[in-house]
């Protein structure tokens, strides 16, 4: 309906005078749309504490030491080894 100052009620629009555009909304899961993405992240960094992060940085930082002798080493380069590396 076109409200004017003549019809405060609407009066019904000309054909063939008017575009009507309906924007092609995004449906689906919401997880995938972008904001309940940032939603939930954000959601987790204010809900973990600190000492939680401590620990997952504990856990998934430390770098994996890799360790290797060859078919010639002595079992005292093995022994060695292994206590380098801090079994």
Known sequence: LLISDSAPSGEPLEPYKFMVHTPRSKSGI??????????????M??????????AFAEVFGIPVRVGKYGPNASTEDISTLVNAIGR
């Open 30 to 43: 919401v997880w995938r749309n972008g904001l309940a993405r940032l939603v939930a992240v954000m959601y």
């Open 45 to 54: 960094l204010k809900s973990f504490t600190v000492r939680d992060w401590w």
